[in-house]
């Protein structure tokens, strides 16, 4: 295999913030809310300020971990610093991985959702088909290397942002601000104490922060990547914090709550309806399809930039064997999202894919915090406020998914278990009889000096 010559197409600024706010915008606004209301009605808007703020905490170890080590290993470079080659940091790194996956699919089939308004009714089982077929676009574009995918997310983010401000802006302007009660009662959820349903609903509204540790992956990609590594995750968070409550507010002024629940899968685009006319449903659809094929580009790019790195580090086969195929992470990472995508609906994938992400994200916050005093520099109360943070929204997720979707947590709980037994199944295969493991870390790191 020709690995891509990235030393000499480094990643500006823009186009790192471009291929965040890409991967967080594709999930976040055009499915997620409709998914987010059916759990706590009108009050939805306000769990996307909220789960900006727990994001917020949560962002923090990130960008520490970024300025001190800035890699396209990312997330797995992070656990490896924090718990030390081995099971564990490998584990967690492919629930990441996993994770990164399930976001793909999951805008892949919002693309499917969206792009099928557009044709008659007869079609509305082939979402899935639509959805495999963005992802393999995005396969070819992603061979094409580092400058094709920069240009590609850039021009799209543009699109994409300028246009949803103004379906925004227009949105308010013409409803006005909605009257926010509080009285929805969720179904299946009146055996839940109050406040439950809110709490759980968080997880999903992290789900659509979570593209911001994409930008992790891209470190040893990106110009000066000590600064502006961090400053691509707060930007790309404050970004798209604005654009998600501005059209939260839009569509609850358009849309009763149960017209939103109805259209769960293509609600921004049943909101512009009545506010905008049959063009402006149109426009929406439009507007999401850029906005979801910008998202799986930007994805793909870093799930397979994560699995190469964890591949270089002998945290999983070694990919570069397969002498045959160009970029086998690459072709790995988009077979398993067209897997995901025709197995699983929008909310099953929303769902296994939160819970994934939070068991890792608290594994990072307690690596830095309990392993990494000495190397890092932080503020120590910052991570273990996320860590309880994660923990009751993850609580919270689960037993409401035991409640109302069991299935869900039974594919996670296998899942996770599959990793864990995998992962120490491979390690033992590199141990030698002394306990030590050859993880070919130096030359995982000379090969990020090159760059």
Same mark, same amino acid.
């Given at each position: 295999?020709?690995p891509?010559k990235i030393?000499?197409?480094?990643?500006?600024?823009l186009?790192?913030?471009? #291929?965040? !706010?890409g991967?967080?915008?594709?999930?976040g606004?055009?499915? @997620?809310?409709?998914?987010?209301?059916?759990?706590?009605?009108?009050?939805?808007?306000?769990?996307?300020?909220?789960? %900006?703020?727990?994001?917020?905490?949560?962002?923090?170890?990130?960008?520490?971990?970024?300025?001190?080590?800035?890699?396209?290993?990312?997330?797995?470079?992070?656990?490896?610093?924090a718990?030390l080659?081995? !099971?564990?940091a490998?584990?967690?790194?492919?629930?990441?991985?996993?994770?990164?996956?399930?976001?793909?699919?999951?805008?892949?089939?919002?693309?499917?959702?969206y792009?099928?308004?557009?044709?008659?009714?007869g079609?509305?089982?082939?979402?899935s %088909?639509?959805?495999?077929?963005?992802?393999?676009?995005?396969?070819?574009?992603?061979i094409?290397?580092?400058?094709?995918?920069e240009?590609?997310?850039?021009?799209?983010?543009?699109?994409?942002?300028?246009?949803?401000?103004?379906?925004?802006?227009?949105g308010?302007?013409?409803s006005?601000?909605? !009257?926010?009660?509080?009285?929805?009662?969720?179904?299946n959820?009146q055996?839940?104490?109050?406040?439950?349903?809110?709490?759980?609903?968080?997880?999903?509204?992290i789900?659509a922060?979570?593209?911001?540790?994409?930008?992790t992956n891209?470190?040893?990609d990106?110009?000066?990547?000590?600064?502006?590594?961090?400053r691509?995750?707060?930007?790309?968070?404050i970004?798209?914090t604005?654009?998600?409550?501005?059209?939260?507010?839009?569509v609850?002024g358009? #849309?009763?709550?149960?017209e939103?629940?109805?259209a769960?899968?293509?609600?921004l685009?049943?909101?512009?309806?009545?506010?905008?006319?049959e063009?402006?449903?149109?426009?929406?659809?439009?507007?999401?399809?850029?906005?979801?094929?910008?998202?799986?580009?930007?994805?793909v790019?870093?799930?397979?930039r994560?699995?190469?790195? *964890?591949?270089?580090?002998?945290?999983?086969?070694?990919?570069?064997?397969?002498?045959q @195929?160009?970029?086998?992470?690459? /072709?790995?990472?988009?077979?398993?999202a067209? *897997?995901?995508?025709?197995?699983?609906?929008?909310?099953?994938?929303a769902s /296994?894919?939160?819970?994934?992400?939070?068991i890792?994200?608290?594994?990072?916050?307690?690596?830095?915090?309990?392993?990494?005093?000495k190397?890092?520099k932080f503020?120590?109360?910052?991570p273990i406020? %996320?860590?309880l943070?994660?923990?009751?929204i *993850?609580?919270?997720f689960?037993?409401?998914?035991?409640?109302?979707d069991?299935?869900v947590?039974?594919? %996670?709980a296998?899942g /996770?278990? *599959?990793?864990?037994?995998?992962q120490?199944?491979f390690m033992?295969?590199?141990?030698?009889k002394?306990g030590?493991?050859?993880?070919?870390?130096?030359n995982?790191?000379?090969?990020q000096?090159?760059?």
């Amino acid at each position: 295999m020709k690995p891509l010559k990235i030393n000499t197409q480094k990643l500006s600024l823009l186009g790192s913030v471009s #291929l965040g !706010t890409g991967v967080m915008i594709g999930a976040g606004i055009f499915v @997620l809310m409709g998914q987010i209301a059916e759990l706590v009605g009108d009050l939805f808007p306000i769990a996307f300020i909220a789960g %900006a703020v727990v994001v917020g905490f949560s962002s923090y170890s990130y960008v520490k971990f970024s300025n001190a080590y800035p890699s396209s290993g990312g997330v797995a470079k992070f656990l490896t610093k924090a718990y030390l080659p081995g !099971t564990l940091a490998g584990s967690f790194s492919l629930l990441m991985y996993v994770s990164m996956v399930v976001s793909e699919s999951l805008v892949a089939g919002t693309f499917g959702a969206y792009a099928l308004r557009l044709f008659p009714q007869g079609y509305e089982g082939y979402a899935s %088909a639509l959805g495999v077929l963005l992802i393999v676009a995005a396969y070819i574009i992603n061979i094409s290397g580092n400058k094709i995918i920069e240009t590609t997310a850039t021009i799209t983010a543009i699109i994409k942002v300028v246009g949803i401000a103004v379906l925004a802006i227009s949105g308010l302007v013409i409803s006005g601000l909605p !009257t926010i009660t509080g009285t929805y009662s969720a179904a299946n959820g009146q055996s839940l104490p109050e406040g439950f349903g809110f709490i759980a609903a968080l997880a999903l509204s992290i789900l659509a922060y979570k593209g911001f540790t994409t930008i992790t992956n891209q470190g040893g990609d990106i110009k000066n990547p000590h600064k502006n590594v961090g400053r691509s995750i707060i930007i790309s968070i404050i970004v798209c914090t604005v654009i998600y409550v501005v059209l939260a507010l839009s569509v609850a002024g358009g #849309l009763s709550i149960e017209e939103i629940i109805i259209a769960k899968d293509y609600a921004l685009a049943a909101a512009a309806k009545p506010l905008f006319g049959e063009w402006g449903s149109t426009l929406t659809i439009l507007l999401a399809i850029v906005a979801t094929v910008s998202g799986v580009i930007a994805s793909v790019y870093s799930a397979s930039r994560m699995l190469g790195m *964890l591949s270089n580090m002998k945290q999983v086969p070694d990919m570069n064997r397969m002498k045959q @195929l160009k970029n086998p992470s690459l /072709i790995f990472t988009v077979s398993l999202a067209i *897997l995901l995508t025709v197995l699983f609906d929008l909310t099953r994938i929303a769902s /296994i894919g939160a819970i994934f992400y939070l068991i890792m994200d608290i594994a990072i916050h307690w690596g830095l915090f309990k392993y990494l005093k000495k190397e890092v520099k932080f503020n120590p109360i910052i991570p273990i406020i %996320a860590i309880l943070l994660d923990v009751v929204i *993850l609580a919270a997720f689960i037993y409401l998914k035991y409640v109302n979707d069991p299935f869900v947590l039974i594919v %996670a709980a296998i899942g /996770i278990a *599959l990793i864990f037994l995998s992962q120490f199944i491979f390690m033992k295969s590199h141990t030698d009889k002394d306990g030590n493991m050859n993880m070919g870390m130096e030359n995982s790191e000379k090969e990020q000096m090159k760059m």
